[in-house]
């Protein structure tokens, strides 16, 4: 089934490139080098990824009765057992592509700050459907995607600061602070 939706998401990702470079070519007139379509390829493949693990593809029934009780225990914080640290582990691990991949995909220079409100709003939308369809709504769950993300950020930060500076004393540049 998840082979199936990678499928699905690849065409689909492809096809999302592939309009962003024909607006980009012939309308906006820019140039872009071809790594560029390909992660943002794999930026929406990612994006559409996520909302498959989380079930939002597959929402059946809204229930606002389940919303309100969802609400009223996400406020527990009940932290503890392996399965717990295991489910922070994994929103960690699924949010870390969000901050690493945005800042390459994009073409502006994007901000920690950016990168937790984004991260902040895109896991409580989440959080927020899963409530209406019946799944659990966690803080636990908004708390850890927001630091998957930032780690992301983190790590990006770092390599790419570490390409520049690998990149100025090949060509000779010494290294700016």
Not at 28 to 40: A, F, T, V
Not at 119 to 143: P, T, Y
Request: with cysteine; proline share 2%; net charge positive.
């Amino acid at each position: 089934m998840l082979i199936a939706f990678l499928y699905k998401s690849f065409f689909i990702s492809i096809i999302t490139v592939l309009l962003f470079a024909f607006v980009d070519k012939l309308i906006l007139k820019k140039k872009r080098r071809k790594l560029k379509y390909i992660i943002n390829a794999v930026f929406w493949m990612y994006l559409m990824l996520v909302l498959h693990i989380t079930g939002l593809f597959e929402i059946r029934q809204i229930s606002m009765e389940r919303f309100i009780s969802q609400v009223q225990d996400m406020w527990s914080l009940e932290w503890g057992g392996n399965a717990e640290i295991t489910m922070i582990i994994l929103n960690l691990i699924m949010f870390f592509p969000l901050g690493f991949l945005l800042p390459i995909a994009t073409d502006k220079e994007i901000k920690s700050k950016t990168i937790i409100i984004l991260a902040l709003v895109f896991s409580s939308i989440i959080e927020v459907i899963q409530g209406f369809s019946g799944r659990f709504m966690e803080l636990n769950d908004i708390i850890a995607n927001i630091c998957g993300a930032e780690i992301g950020y983190i790590i990006y930060k770092l390599l790419f600061s570490l390409a520049n500076r690998i990149g100025n004393n090949r060509s000779g540049k010494p290294d700016s602070p």
